[in-house]
Structure formats: structure tokens, C-alpha cells
């Protein structure tokens, strides 16, 4: 479809024009030296040329913590909590985010669809935007380049002194409609190199996980890991939760609330009686890659993690999923055997 | 016996304190929004900073502090004897919290220092954890105790629930509320392994994890030293921060 020129100094009419038409989440400035993705007040606040956001899009669709009923202990009822379209613009979504969305559609959509997953997604209107690859994205790695418009309503690729907005469905055009752009009639600067690589084709990496069960690397990381959650949490295709009810102190009403858990937490795989079936942290660390690289992808041919390096950044201990998978791939060559 | 209360199907509660600030009680009178919802469902039989009076039993009795003098041991197993249910209520009572900095020195020194040549006249004690004498049914943590989960946990006792205490990191409840990590701002965070449970409190408001809730149950303290470490602290300095609230959790453990 449609290719037009925005430049730098027009971003900001450019956002108001969405706010215009619906709530535009965006990334925006966090703390010190980091990004979150936000609801849009003021069009100038928002930050297209960023490196990643501390959370992705997910917490939209799966919120952090989420409210699935009320109930009333006198009158000993209940009511289920209803989840709402989330019916808005996100600009300045990155390729590997979109494409965990779409992981997480299949996750919430096949086998149970889960209704409050896919009723927060109706709606969702996606406004992509490239990125420079810096020290901890390998997105190319499992296939997701950085000018990727897959899913996207519109995409911003960038340029020196502003933007190449490809308009790339009827909804991305109904958003453009009264905004006036001049078309792009140049070429696109070739996209930015990853210095983060997983040095194995993805057809062959499953294979190689399967036979990576007893290796050593698990055990070594685990001297490393405080098993603290952090990358199950920040990961933008981990979807497990925990279930809990709380009761307030009157001791009459109270909620069902569902939260985000993690595979990495001792508590998550202890069951009925006390038995915890993951005890040692080095089986939490396989089973944390195993699902990002073997168990899922065996079902849908793709990998389950997207590349997006939160994980490895994150991690204040310092371990990274890029050099556990390249150990793996490394021992695996050096031991393999030729074929007879 | 004066002012014995009279049988109610309320839980008769108690509370107590033994070696602390009392922080953790005046936190309790900090419960504006909800004191009055407590009250209607309990009767405070005895409460030593908020009112007068005596009883001889009690169904919760509350204790506040660690254990620090023979005194203290002799108290706790009469109030243990007295109550049906003991809660241990903040950092002191439930793992001698910032007392136990005391007990990585020598006793006599700690004795010499803090009373000089009268210190034969006041005998002493390691700073013990309540759990360490008499049986405790349930930790309140936290330095001062956590409100939200002094409530959680009295919701479950008024309903005659089982409380779970929570034993992940206070990382997870930090990224469920998207904070920017503490390290990344140039701070030292003990949150990896402390206890969650007080919903990050504080590094939500810019300030980092001291680890006043305790150790998760199987802490990696190498690893947590060696993150330390790679953020800038020297070893000691790395310890010096562990043993602040978890010196008792933290003896015999290799440096």
C-alpha cells in the first residue's frame, strides 16, 4: 500500500491526529534510563527511537494483575468481572513485540481460547516502528527482522531526518484519513546489524535441545541464578499466572485475581502436599529455555522467544539465554557425528 | 484478676512486645482507614501501648521483638501457653531483624560496649527470632511490619483460613508494577532474594530493598554476593548489606 515521508518535526501532530480518533499507547520516557509503554496525554511525550520498553504490549492484553471475580460472602454471591476491547492505537510497537503478540494469540486462542485475553485484544490497532539493534537484540536470530511489518496496521521505518510511514491495511488508512503526508519516493537506509547472534539456523536448533537435557550448562547457570523471576516477568511470550482470592477486612467482599508467575519461582511448580516438582533451580533454567526453543516449537514450528533481549538485560546476575543456547550449539557441533 | 473479659465468639487478641523499636504495634494504630473494621471483629484483651488491662488467655496473641535477655525466653513461653494462635509480627519477632547485627560479634563485646563495667548487672542474649523458643503459627515480616499483609493475614485468621505466606523475590511484585530495576539506576537492591510480600514498596517510591522482610526459602547467597560484587560492593561490604536484617538467617553460611 501506500508509502509517505513524515518528517521529525511533525511526529508530534502526527500522535495528536491518533489521539484524535482513539487512546494511543506509546513508549514513553521511565526512570532513569528506561521506556514503558503508556497512555498518551500529551503528543510530544512519546519516544519512537528507543531501544526497548521495560514491559512489552502484553500487559495490555494480559494485565500484570487482573481481576477475574467479585464476590459477596453475606449475601454469598458472585459476579465475574467482565475484561473490555481494548479498542486503541499502539505506535511505535517494535517487530519481535508484535510477534509475540501473535505468539500469544495462538497460546490464548488454541485448545481453551481464553476469553479475557481475546476480548482485551479486539481492537488492538498496531503502528510498528523500526529499531536499531543494540548489545541484546537477536530477534534475526529467530527470524524477526527489525523493518518486520508483519500484523502491523501502518509501520514507521526510520530515516535521518524523519520517517517512511508505509500505510499497510483499510484500518492504517482510516487513521491517515485528513492527515496530509507527502509520498516517499527514496529508498529505505538498510537496517541496522545485530551483534547478538544464535549461531545455529532455527530448523536445526530443536534437535539440538533435545539432546541438551544433562548438560552441564544448567547446573552452571544455576550457581549463577538467584531464581528471582525476573526474565519469566519481563518476557513478552511467557503467559503463566497464578490464581488468588482476597478477602477485604470487613470479611464480606472480595475478588478473584489472577497475576503474572513464572516457571523460574521456586512456588510455581510446588502442587497439593508440598511436592515442588522443579526443586533445583538448574531444571527451573531448563525448563525456562526448553519452552522457548523446544517444547512450543515442536507444536507450531515456531520459536517461542522473539529475540527482544529483555531477559538477558534484566537479569542482574548477568546471564544471558543467547550464550546458553550458543553453548549448547557449540557442544552439539563438536560432538556430533558425521553423517555414515 | 481485674478486667477479665467476658467469653464472646470474637477472637480475643493480644499483643506484646519484647526487644524492638515498637514500630510494628504504632503501625498497627496506623490502620486509620481500617481500625474500626478490625475492632468490630475482634476483642483486644491485652495491648500493653494502647491501653490497660490483663488477660489470662487469648486465642492471637501478637509478639513484637526478638528475644534478647532470660527474661524475654521466660515471658514468651507464658504467653505461648496463654493463646491459641502466635503471631510473629515484624522483622525482630519473626528473624531478630537489625538486633541480630549483634550476634556476628563476640557477646562480651557487645556487652562491654553497651554497658561498660555495669554490664554484669544486665544479662544478654543473642538476638533470637520467637520461632527460635516456642512454636509461631505465622509471620507478619517487614521492618516496620507490612500493613497489607498484617490485613491478609487477619482477614484468614477472623475466617479461620490457613495463610500462605508468599516465598518469591521482590522482583516479581517490582515488574508487576513495571519498575524501572533498581541496578539499573546505580543502586544496590537486595530485592533478588528478599521475601515479596509488601508489594515493592519501596523501590516503587525510588528507594532500594534493605531485605527487612527476610530471606526467600532457599536464598542463593553466593549468587546474590557475586551480583553485589559485580555491582561495585567489596565482598564486606556485599555481607555488611546481607546480615543487616538476616544475620541470624545468614550464620554459618560461607563467605
Redesign the interface.
Known sequence: MAQFFLATDRVADFVAHLMAQKPVFAPHP?????Y?FALTEQAADVVLDYPRT??SVK?YFLP??EELLTFDLTANSGAVTEPEPTDAVFLGVHSYDLAAVHRLDFSFGHGNPERNYLTRRQGALFIGVSFAPDRFHFSGSVGIDPYDMTGCDAFLTKLDDGWVLDVLTAEGEALMDGFDLEPFTGTKPPRGHFTQHIYVPQAKLGDIMKRSHDHEVWAET?????????CN??CPTCYCFDVQE??????TQGSRER??D?CM???FSEVAGGEVFREE?AARQRHRVMRKFLYISAETGHPWCVGCGRCTQ?C???ISIVDIVNRLVGDAERTAVAPV | MADKPLRTDKPRVAIFDFTGCEGCELNQLNFEDQLLDILAHVDIVEWREAMDGHADEYDIAFVEGCLSTPDCIKRIHDIRRRTKVLVALGACAVTGGVNAVKNTRPIEDVREEVYGDDKYLFPTLPALPVSSVVKVDYNVRGCPMTQIEFLRLFTALVMGKDFVEPDQSVCVECKLRENECVFEKGMICLGPVTRAGCNAHCTTVGQYCTGCRGLVSEPNIKGMEEILVQHGLSVDEAWKRLELYNANQLEGVQR
Open positions: 521511565k526512570g532513569r534510563r528506561s514503558a521495560l514491559h500487559k500484570p494483575r544455576a550457581d549463577d541464578c538467584v531464581g528471582c523471576g525476573t516477568l519481563v482476597h478477602v477485604d477486612v470487613t470479611v497475576s503474572w513464572g519461582l521456586r512456588g533451580r534484566a542482574t546476575a548477568g
